[in-house]
């Protein structure tokens, strides 16, 4: 994965909880920075890394993602106390979505993603445990007249309790009776061994192993920074072994309401 380093702070992005930033970099390029000095902690990046790189190793239209270094000195110049703060609590290492500039929010009054996008990302959503694509926050964002999705923090709410149980991978996630795109997502049965199919247990290692140790040690209550990972594949690895309870989930969800 590349790390970039951040040069400028342009603006915050108020919306969502966690007081993002756009940025520029030593690329030229523009960012969304997420901070791991954010109010949500690091455990909101962690996240973010790894479902966003399941995301993309899914071929979904996810921007790409890189690791962003951080100096202190960067928030001298900053009038806003809450972001001089967050700066100075986030130097190191931090993460960095590519920014869509010009995008504007899915709109789920205008938007309709074709049944088989609609049904990976509903798919992947219960896979990951993402409590964040709703009709009232969407977290995708259109752009070049294409969908995009963003905004994983929220994903894996496994790793908020300490005591891991292999068991948590066969979680249902009723959850997903909310997600936004579920209305139009009518072949899951269809892309569900497809999509399994994208992420072997070697994928999903890879992935986890680039977690860096600094934001998995701040959680010394879950044990040290390889066996989290350890837990992460584990999960990740498990959930996908059939029968996938998760797209059984999805499907009754969906036949509610039709
Ligand atoms: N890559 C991006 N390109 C353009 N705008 C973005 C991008 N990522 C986020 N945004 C904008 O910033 C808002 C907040 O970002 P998000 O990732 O959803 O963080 P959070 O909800 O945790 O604050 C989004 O709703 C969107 O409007
Ligand atoms: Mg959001």
Redesign the pocket.
């Known amino acids: 994965m590349r790390t970039i380093a951040v040069t400028r702070y342009i603006t915050p992005?108020r919306?969502?909880?966690?007081?993002?930033a756009i940025i520029e970099a030593d690329d030229d390029g523009m960012y969304?920075l997420?901070f791991h000095g954010a109010g949500q902690g690091a455990r909101?990046l962690i996240a973010e890394l790894i479902v966003g790189k399941l995301a993309l190793a899914c071929s979904l239209p996810m921007?790409e993602i890189v690791f962003a270094s951080l100096n202190s000195e960067l928030g001298r110049s900053e009038p806003d106390a809450e972001i001089q703060d967050l700066i100075r609590a986030s130097t190191g290492q931090n993460l960095a979505?590519?920014?869509?500039?010009g995008?504007i929010?899915f709109d789920p009054g205008v938007d309709v993603p074709d049944a088989d996008l609609a049904s990976s990302i509903v798919w992947f959503d219960a896979y990951t445990t993402n409590i964040d694509r709703t009709i009232r926050?969407t977290?995708m964002?259109m752009w070049q007249r294409r969908l995009w999705i963003?905004?994983h923090?929220a994903a894996l709410y496994f790793h908020h309790s300490d005591n891991y149980s292999p068991e948590r991978s066969q979680d249902r996630f009723p959850m997903i009776r909310d997600h936004v795109l579920l209305p139009h997502a009518s072949s899951l049965r269809e892309i569900d061994a497809k999509m399994a199919s994208k992420l072997s247990p070697t994928v999903i290692r890879k992935i986890v192993e680039a977690v860096p140790d600094n934001w998995l040690e701040r959680y010394a209550d879950s044990g040290d920074a390889h066996s989290q990972r350890e837990r992460y594949i584990d999960y990740l690895v498990k959930r996908l072994e059939g029968p996938r309870a998760f797209v059984e989930e999805a499907i009754s969800a969906r036949a509610t309401y039709l």
Do not use: F, M, R
Request: aromatic share 4%; proline share 12%.
């Open positions: 992005l919306e969502g909880g966690s007081l993002p969304v997420k909101a921007p979505i590519d920014y869509l500039p995008s929010t926050n977290n964002l963003i905004d923090g």
